[in-house]
C-alpha cells in the first residue's frame, strides 16, 4: 500500500505571497491532519478534515486554510506568506472509523519544505 | 497550542547503550503514539499505546502508557547508529483525532 505522498517537497516563495501545499492519504484513510513544524515551535497541529469538512482547527490564522476532497485528497492553503511561515508542513493520515483506538494512528508524508523570502 | 513536555531534549551514547526518554503533560490523554523522524523526513509511526499500563514492544523498543495517563515512557535496547533521529511522542484526548507533540529527543549514537 502506498504511503502519504506529498507535493511538492520543496518550495520558494516570497512575502505577500500565496502558496498551496498538496496531501495524498493513504487509500482508505478518511482523515487527513496538517501540522507545521519549526525549530522552535515543534510540530503545531493547523487542521484535520475528515469527510470533506473540518473537524479540528489549531491556533493558526486565517491566512492558513484548507480543504478535502471526495477522494480524501487535501489541500492547504497559505495566503499573504510571511517569513514566519518558513517551515516543515506535514501532512498525516489515518483510518478514522469508529470502535478501534487504532483508527486515530496517524501516518506521516514526507512533508513539504516552504521557504519563504 | 499545547505541547507535551519531552525529556531530555538530547542524548549522546555509545553503541550498545540502552535509552529512555519520557513524555509528561498535565492533561489525560487516552492513546499515545512514539514517532522517529530522520532528517528531512516526515515522523515514522513506532509504537502506539492504548491503556493505562499497557507495556508494548517494537524490536528494540519498548514503550509504556503511563498508569495516570498523563505520561508515557520509551525505552531502545542495545542501541544501534541507525537509531540515530529526532523521536517525538504524541498525545490524543479523543477530541475528535487531534494530536499534541512532544518537543522532541534528539538522539546521537557514538559507534
Not at chain 1, 515551535?41 to 484548507?66: A, C, D, I, V, W
Not at chain 1, 489515518?94 to 486515530?104: I, R
Not at chain 2, 547503550?17 to 513506532?46: A, H, R
Request: proline share 5%.
Amino acid at each position: 500500500k502506498a504511503g502519504v505522498t506529498q507535493t511538492p517537497r520543496y518550495l520558494i516563495k516570497t512575502r505577500g505571497q500565496q502558496v498551496t501545499l498538496s496531501c495524498s492519504p493513504i487509500s482508505g484513510h478518511r482523515s487527513v491532519s496538517w501540522y507545521q513544524q519549526t525549530p522552535g515551535q515543534g510540530l503545531q497541529f493547523l487542521f484535520e478534515y475528515f469527510s470533506e469538512t473540518q473537524r479540528n482547527k489549531g491556533n493558526f490564522p486565517g491566512r492558513f486554510s484548507g480543504r478535502q476532497f471526495s477522494n480524501s485528497r487535501s489541500e492547504m492553503n497559505v495566503s499573504t506568506l510571511e517569513l514566519g511561515d518558513s517551515a516543515l508542513y506535514l501532512c498525516a493520515s489515518s483510518p478514522a472509523g469508529f470502535g478501534a483506538a487504532s483508527y486515530n494512528e496517524q501516518f506521516f508524508g514526507p512533508g513539504t519544505r516552504l521557504t519563504v523570502l | 497550542g499545547q505541547q507535551l513536555n519531552q525529556s531530555p531534549q538530547s542524548m549522546f551514547i555509545q553503541e550498545g547503550e540502552d535509552v529512555s526518554m519520557n513524555c509528561t503533560s498535565s492533561s489525560i490523554f487516552n492513546t499515545w503514539l512514539w514517532y522517529k523522524q530522520d532528517p528531512g523526513e516526515g515522523p515514522v509511526l513506532l509504537i502506539a499505546l492504548y491503556k493505562a499500563g499497557e507495556l508494548t514492544s517494537n524490536g528494540r523498543l519498548t514503550a509504556q502508557f503511563g498508569i495516570t495517563r498523563k505520561d508515557s515512557f520509551l525505552n531502545i535496547s542495545a542501541s544501534i547508529p541507525s537509531d540515530v533521529g529526532i523521536y517525538f511522542c504524541a498525545g490524543d484526548r479523543n477530541t475528535g483525532n487531534q494530536f499534541y507533540f512532544g518537543t522532541g529527543t534528539s538522539l546521537t549514537v557514538i559507534p
